[in-house]
């Protein structure tokens, strides 16, 4: 689902991005966003807070890729992932589920529309439904 | 119906036999230690009472490695487990002596007038230093090698004679075994020259034969420690102060001896029970039977006081064995205890010699088989049985590798040509595929079995050699089994089809060291080229493995003298936050920043700088456990302009935050340190210099102490370097950390460029076939072939690749630049340190600050939010200002 044009708000230039690497940025209702410019020149905007150490700190983590099946497809398929800097844990950054929480709970992060308009970097100024976890107030 | 469980607060245990016995142990050795710590271990709950009551004024200690304390300079390194004197139901008394033994009343009397009562009495009393009768003997001067005590005053003497004499100390060793070659290495280590004086025929007659004892004379003697053999001491004159000055010896002739160590063997310490009217053996010691009791059935005798079959062992394994018997049958067992083929092994010596089983072949029609290199100092020996398939025993000098391999299988069949065996290429090959039985004892020290070690990978899920050794405790005393249990281990594995698998991660098969050796050859310089070339597939890699091919292509390119800036843009978007921003990530998201200090070095108009630069951004200041400073609570966004004022001021990144050297701690050396021997400092500087910013598989520190009192504690470190009168020690493979390792000694007495060349040699193999994240600790000790064969590679150069790894490293120093003062100077670079992208003045306002002592920390969620503050200079400020108010209120 994609949300509505209004509610995009731009943040930079697609140049000003770092390829494979994230950038922290700030929505205005002052809501901290990490997004990454991805080697196949995609963009993804996902919470900055990282739910299993508390900081925000995820415009910092690594991204990468996994092999993924998903439950009713047969064939794999590659999801770009996203790591957290801080222990470890690995989240689908498509959708924000948690690929590996190192032993821990799943706590999945909440996922921002993107789109590259005229190469400015517009993200939805709300996460997508369904993503993310209730009781993570970032 | 239900059974009602019980109840936690009354814990239900079984009676033990021992319940409501008193226990008591006459001897603070070893075995009286392992006595303790087996009864403890196999009867956790029984309700019974152990003193122990040992003369000397230490904990019980561990004697085998006696010789160490020369390296260590402190007795609490040798010191055995002490979590057993913490038991409330085991008391230790030290420094005090049991005087008499009444049986009658169970009562024994100590030199301090104290009398302590038994239900059960254990001799544990061991032995005591004899010295053959001979006129001056007992002259100041005159030292035993067989306490703590002795040790410390034989160093003591040593360095006092060596000041009074103003010239080398020159000292005699009485006795050629294996403690009176490790005495003549410690009086060597010392800075004195030492002559072994032995009378028999040979050195360590008792365990060699004739061929061993003269392989290990020509290299004991290329240590520069002279020996003679066939000839006694007889008599003792005092030089002209009355010191002990000259010996005597049968042939007529004499030697200068400014110092003399009597290493001529042990007799049991038996008076006590002598005395006691126990029975006593034709050549002393307590006389025991299999369940190590003794004539009187509530006394009971172990280690070398108990005279075995007439025999007082003077080796640890029959010790342990015997301990672990009493406090088997303590517990209703029916355990015996029986002397194995033991086997002796020299150790501190820095000479390799080994031998177990029938060496001399006495056993009727004995085949001896042997193989001698006198160019190489090898020699190697196997004794079989007439049919040449039972392997009898074995000799081993210069190169020991076989025998942790061969000792356990005496008696049993060799199950391989014994003459390939010991054939000088490859021949422990022939045994490779040889497996132990389950009963044969690997480790002898502790009396653990193949099948144990098998049980302990099989079913316990033991999967590295260290977690065996802490399972099992087999490997822990004097290490010699090390190998096989590292054998044992792969063969199971392979067996039971558990593949440790190495692969990276999904998007590499290869091990680290496999995909190293890959890049190398094949030449790829960026992530992409690297997965496409040897990746499983598409992908763009992950956690695990984008920091490892950035840690390898960047230790590759430093070594090529083709800088890949570690951080530049090429390798950026790999790494870890850390090594991206040149700085550690702190547990609220900052970072901490920590320059090098080479060698601890740091002048005070440097400090001024730093202390300024931590006080205009309010943060935390510690000194780490690097001998380094760092300043910690610094946002993405400052690092920049904060580097920028330190490397204006001379200051260097220090790598905090890689996978590289971080840094080489030294001691004060010989500029300040009224004892140093070595200018540890100046070295520590030089190794820094040369190997800072190397990329490595894990983190490295290197440690330089300028005497053996080793305040750099560099056996802790990856790479240690200590100072001795002759030159420098280099130890490799320590650790601090979750699984401490000391590290052990590679090579004794270089000049500075030798040991230069040797850390250079050490480093690069270890960046080439170390696996991610594996410290060097875990890699020497996994390493093919042990010590033995790293020594072979790296100070001997057995696969010639010496100086092309030397060249490599001088590649890697020259084109060292210093990454911050780069990156301050780069606009682009610079550009990259925003806090958001699309708002750079603005920062993450979820970061508070609370003051504790004195200085800021990240507040946390149970800290009161009108005591936090948004920033650390604010924090910083309002604590100043209280304290300012204060100060004005007390006046």
């Given at each position: 689902?994609t949300?509505?044009?209004?509610?995009?708000?731009?943040?930079?230039?697609?140049?000003?991005?770092?390829?494979?690497?994230?950038?922290?940025a700030?929505?205005?209702?002052?809501?901290?966003?990490?997004?990454?410019l991805?080697?196949?020149?995609?963009?993804?905007?996902?919470?900055?807070?990282?739910?299993?150490?508390?900081?925000?700190?995820?415009?910092?983590?690594?991204?990468?890729t996994h092999?993924?099946?998903a439950?009713?497809?047969?064939?794999?398929r590659l999801?770009?992932?996203?790591?957290?800097?801080?222990?470890k844990?690995?989240?689908?950054?498509?959708?924000?589920a948690?690929?590996?929480?190192g032993?821990?709970?799943k706590?999945?992060?909440?996922?921002f529309?993107v789109?590259?308009?005229d190469?400015?970097?517009h993200?939805a100024?709300a996460?997508?439904?369904?993503?993310g976890?209730?009781?993570d107030?970032? | 119906?239900t059974?009602?469980?019980?109840?936690?607060?009354?814990?239900?245990r079984?009676?033990?036999?021992?319940?409501?016995t008193?226990?008591?142990?006459?001897?603070?050795?070893?075995?009286?230690?392992?006595l303790?710590?087996?009864l403890?271990?196999?009867?956790?709950?029984?309700?019974?009472?152990?003193?122990?009551i040992g003369?000397e004024?230490?904990?019980p200690?561990d004697?085998v490695?006696?010789?160490?304390?020369?390296?260590?300079?402190?007795?609490d390194?040798?010191?055995?487990?002490t979590g057993v004197?913490?038991?409330?139901?085991?008391t230790?008394v030290?420094?005090?002596?049991?005087?008499?033994?009444?049986?009658s009343?169970h009562?024994?009397t100590?030199?301090?007038?104290?009398?302590?009562?038994y239900?059960r009495?254990?001799?544990?009393?061991?032995?005591w230093a004899?010295?053959p009768?001979?006129e001056?003997?007992?002259?100041?001067?005159?030292?035993?090698?067989?306490?703590?005590a002795d040790?410390?005053?034989?160093?003591?003497?040593?360095a006092?004679?060596g000041?009074?004499?103003?010239?080398e100390v020159?000292g005699?060793?009485?006795?050629?075994?294996?403690?009176?070659?490790?005495a003549?290495a410690a009086?060597?280590?010392?800075g004195?020259?030492?002559?072994?004086?032995?009378?028999?025929?040979r050195?360590?007659?008792?365990?060699?034969?004739?061929?061993?004892?003269e392989?290990?004379?020509?290299l004991?003697?290329d240590?520069?420690?002279?020996?003679r053999?066939g000839?006694?001491?007889?008599?003792f004159?005092?030089?002209?102060?009355?010191?002990?000055g000259?010996?005597e010896?049968?042939?007529?002739?004499?030697?200068?001896a400014?110092?003399?160590?009597?290493?001529?063997?042990?007799r049991?310490?038996?008076?006590?029970?002598?005395?006691?009217?126990l029975?006593?053996?034709?050549?002393?010691g307590?006389v025991?039977?299999?369940?190590?009791?003794t004539?009187d059935?509530?006394i009971w005798?172990?280690g070398?006081?108990a005279s075995?079959?007439g025999?007082?062992a003077g080796?640890?394994?029959?010790?342990?064995?015997m301990?672990?018997?009493?406090?088997?049958?303590?517990?209703?067992?029916t355990?015996?205890?029986s002397?194995?083929?033991?086997?002796t092994?020299?150790k501190?010596?820095?000479?390799?010699a080994?031998?177990?089983?029938?060496?001399?072949?006495?056993t009727?029609?004995?085949l001896?088989?042997?193989?001698v290199?006198?160019?190489?100092?090898?020699?190697?020996k196997?004794?079989?049985?007439?049919?040449?398939?039972?392997?009898?025993?074995?000799?081993?000098?210069?190169?020991i590798s076989l025998?942790?391999q061969?000792?356990?299988?005496?008696?049993?069949a060799?199950g391989?040509d014994?003459?390939?065996?010991?054939?000088p290429?490859?021949?422990?090959?022939a045994?490779?595929?040889?497996?132990?039985?389950?009963?044969a004892?690997?480790?002898?020290?502790?009396?653990?079995?193949?099948?144990?070690?098998?049980?302990?990978?099989?079913?316990q899920?033991c999967?590295?050699?260290?977690a065996?050794?802490e399972?099992?405790?087999?490997g822990t005393v004097?290490?010699?089994?090390?190998?096989?249990?590292t054998?044992?281990l792969?063969?199971?594995?392979?067996k039971?089809?558990?593949e440790?698998s190495r692969?990276?991660?999904?998007?590499?098969?290869h091990?680290?060291a496999?995909?190293?050796?890959?890049v190398?050859?094949?030449g790829?310089?960026t992530?992409t080229?690297?997965?496409?070339?040897?990746?499983?597939?598409?992908?763009?890699?992950?956690a695990?493995?984008?920091?490892t091919v950035?840690?390898?292509?960047?230790?590759l390119?430093?070594l090529a003298?083709?800088?890949?800036?570690?951080v530049?843009?090429?390798?950026?978007?790999?790494?870890?936050?850390n090594?991206?921003?040149?700085?550690?990530?702190?547990k609220?998201?900052?970072?901490?920043?920590i320059p090098?200090?080479?060698?601890?070095?740091?002048?005070?108009?440097?400090l001024?700088?730093?202390?300024?630069?931590?006080?205009?951004y309010?943060?935390?200041?510690?000194?780490?456990?690097a001998?380094?400073?760092?300043?910690?609570?610094?946002?993405?966004?400052?690092?920049?302009?904060?580097?920028?004022?330190?490397?204006?001021?001379?200051?260097q990144?220090?790598h905090?935050y890689?996978?590289?050297l971080?840094?080489?701690?030294s001691?004060?050396?010989?500029?300040?340190?009224?004892?140093?021997?070595?200018?540890?400092?100046?070295?520590?500087?030089?190794?820094?210099a040369?190997?800072?910013?190397?990329?490595?598989p894990?983190?490295?520190?290197?440690?330089?102490s300028?005497?053996?009192?080793e305040c750099?504690?560099?056996?802790?470190?990856?790479?240690?370097?200590?100072?001795?009168?002759?030159?420098?020690?280099?130890?490799?493979?320590?650790?601090?950390?979750?699984?401490?390792a000391?590290a052990?000694?590679?090579v004794?007495?270089?000049?500075d460029e030798?040991?230069?060349?040797?850390?250079d040699?050490?480093?690069i193999?270890?960046i080439r076939?170390?696996?991610?994240l594996?410290?060097?600790?875990?890699?020497?000790?996994?390493?093919?072939?042990g010590?033995?064969?790293?020594?072979?590679?790296?100070?001997e150069?057995s696969?010639?690749?010496?100086?092309?790894?030397?060249?490599a490293m001088?590649?890697?120093?020259?084109?060292?630049?210093?990454?911050w003062?780069e990156?301050?100077n780069?606009?682009?670079?610079r550009?990259k340190?925003?806090?958001?992208i699309?708002?750079p003045d603005?920062?993450d306002?979820?970061?508070?600050?609370v003051?504790?002592?004195e200085?800021?920390?990240?507040?946390?969620?149970?800290d009161?939010?009108a005591?936090?503050?948004?920033?650390?200079?604010?924090?910083k400020?309002h604590?100043?200002?209280?304290?300012?108010?204060?100060?004005?209120?007390?006046q």
């Open positions: 689902m949300a509505p044009a209004d509610s995009l708000v731009a943040i930079c230039p697609l140049e000003a991005l770092t390829p494979e690497r994230g950038s922290a700030l929505l205005p209702d002052g809501t901290q966003i990490a997004v990454f991805l080697d196949d020149g995609s963009v993804h905007a996902v919470q900055q807070h990282d739910p299993y150490s508390g900081s925000n700190v995820l415009s910092r983590g690594l991204v990468g092999r993924l099946t439950e009713g497809e047969d064939a794999e999801v770009p992932t996203l790591s957290s800097p801080m222990y844990q690995t989240w689908d950054l498509s959708t924000g948690v690929i590996d929480a032993g821990g709970a706590k999945p992060i909440r996922v529309d789109e590259v308009r190469g400015q970097v993200v100024t996460p997508r439904p369904g993503t976890s209730q009781d107030e970032a | 119906m059974v009602p469980a019980p109840s936690p607060l009354v814990p239900v079984a009676r033990s036999p021992l319940d409501g008193r226990l008591l142990v006459l001897g603070g050795g070893m075995t009286g230690h392992r303790a710590a087996r403890r271990a196999e009867d956790p709950d029984g309700d019974w009472s152990l003193t122990v003369e004024p230490q904990r200690y004697r490695h006696l010789s160490d304390w020369f390296d260590h300079h402190h007795e390194l040798l010191s055995l487990e004197w913490d038991d409330p139901r085991i230790l030290t420094g005090d002596k049991a005087e008499s033994l009444d049986r009343a009562t024994v100590c030199a301090s007038g104290t009398v302590h009562e239900d009495l254990v001799l544990a009393t061991g032995s004899w010295a009768r001979a001056g003997k007992d002259l100041p001067g005159s030292f035993s090698y067989r306490t703590v040790v410390e005053s034989l160093a003591a003497w040593v006092e004679r000041e009074t004499l103003g010239r020159r005699v060793v009485v006795g050629g075994g294996v403690l009176g070659l490790e003549a009086l060597q280590g010392l004195a020259h030492s002559t072994v004086v032995e009378f028999a025929d050195l360590m007659a008792v365990q060699l034969d004739d061929g061993g004892g392989m290990l004379r020509l004991i003697q240590k520069g420690i002279d020996v053999t000839v006694g001491a007889t008599a004159r005092p030089a002209a102060d009355g010191a002990i000259t010996a010896l049968t042939d007529g002739s004499e030697l200068p400014d110092v003399v160590v009597f290493s001529t063997g042990i049991p310490r038996d008076r006590i029970g002598r005395e006691a009217g029975a006593v053996g034709e050549r002393g307590i025991v039977g299999e369940s190590c009791q004539s059935p509530d005798a172990i070398e006081c075995f079959e025999v007082c080796l640890i394994a029959p010790g342990n064995d301990a672990d018997v009493v406090v088997d049958r303590f517990l209703g067992g355990r015996t205890h002397r194995g083929e033991g086997g092994k020299l501190g010596v820095g000479v390799d080994a031998a177990f089983g029938d060496v001399n072949a006495m009727p029609d004995a001896e088989v042997s193989f290199d006198p160019v190489h100092r090898q020699y190697r196997l004794v079989l049985s007439d049919d040449a398939t039972t392997l009898l025993g074995g000799v081993f000098v210069g190169d025998y942790s061969l000792r356990p299988l005496t008696g049993r060799l391989a014994p003459s390939a065996v010991i054939a290429e490859g021949g422990g090959d045994l490779a595929g040889a497996e132990l039985p389950d009963d004892v690997v480790c002898s020290c502790n009396n653990i079995a193949a099948g144990a070690v098998r049980h302990s990978v099989n079913e899920g999967h590295t050699v260290g065996i050794k399972c099992t405790t087999a004097c290490g010699s089994c090390v190998p096989t249990l054998k044992i792969n063969q199971e594995l392979a039971s089809g558990i440790v692969a990276l991660c999904e998007h590499f098969d091990s680290r496999e995909l190293y050796k890959l190398e050859e094949g790829q310089e992530f080229e690297v997965v496409a070339a040897h990746g499983t597939g598409a992908g763009r890699g992950c695990v493995c984008r920091p950035a840690s390898i292509l960047s230790s390119g430093a003298g083709k800088r890949h800036n570690p530049g843009r090429q390798l950026g978007s790999l790494q870890d936050t090594d991206h921003v040149m700085a550690n990530i702190q609220d998201g900052t970072y901490s920043v090098a200090m080479p060698a601890g070095e740091v002048t005070p108009e440097k001024l700088v730093f202390a300024q630069v931590a006080k205009d309010g943060l935390y200041v510690k000194v780490n456990g001998q380094r400073i760092g300043m910690f609570g610094a946002r993405l966004e400052q690092l920049p302009e904060i580097w920028e004022r330190l490397v204006a001021a001379g200051f990144s220090g905090a890689g996978k590289s971080r840094m080489v701690k001691c004060l050396g010989t500029n300040w340190c009224r004892f140093g021997v070595g200018d540890s400092t100046a070295m520590a500087a030089r190794l820094e040369r190997y800072r910013g190397l990329r490595s894990h983190k490295l520190k290197i440690g330089v300028g005497c053996a009192r750099a504690e560099a056996q802790a470190k990856d790479v240690g370097v200590i100072a001795t009168h002759r030159g420098w020690n280099l130890y490799v493979g320590g650790n601090g950390g979750a699984q401490p000391h052990q000694l590679l004794e007495d270089l000049d030798t040991l230069q060349r040797c850390i040699r050490f480093l193999l270890y076939e170390a696996d991610k594996q410290r060097t600790a875990r890699w020497v000790e996994e390493y093919p072939g010590i033995a064969e790293l020594r072979r590679v790296v100070v150069d696969l010639g690749i010496g100086e092309e790894l030397e060249a001088q590649r890697h120093a020259d084109s060292y630049v210093d990454e003062a990156a301050v780069d606009p682009e670079r550009a340190f925003v806090s958001f699309n708002a603005l920062h306002k979820s970061l508070r600050y003051i504790e002592r200085q800021i920390r990240p507040a946390r969620s149970e009161d939010p005591d936090t503050f948004p920033t650390p200079l604010a924090a400020e604590a100043l200002a209280g304290a300012a108010q204060l100060s004005q209120e007390d």
